[in-house]
């Protein structure tokens, strides 16, 4: 018997998942640990957004610019400019823009290398 305890909150709520093997855990029907890149992308797209308010219109303007730039069939290589400069302007603006940097370190990963 197992002293863990679970507590479980909210819709998608899975518990705990323990994986010891290969391949990803699928858990409440959603693939945890793997996004693909037009998932990565939008959630991306959506971090952008919530980060508009906290920047003055040059910074907004750059961003929106580099936002403009991403495109769901585009290569790593062709992403990585705008990437870059999203990334920046969040690093920029401290722990607010840090769910930006997050989300961008997550489409890279999910374009592989």
Known sequence: MSSDQIHQYGAGSVGKASHTGSGDIVAG???VGAA???TALDDLLAAVEG???HLDDTR???LDAAAADLSPG???AELEGPLTRIAGIAA????VGGPVVAAVQA???SLGA
Do not use: C, F, H, I
């Not at 920029?92 to 722990?95: D, I, R, S, T």
């Open 29 to 31: 029907g959603k693939t």
């Open 60 to 62: 907004r303007a750059e």
């Open 92 to 95: 920029l603006v401290g722990a």
């Open 107 to 109: 489409l890279l990963a």
């Open 51 to 53: 980060l508009r308010s």
């Open 36 to 38: 693909t890149p037009a």
């Open 74 to 76: 585009a290569t790593r």
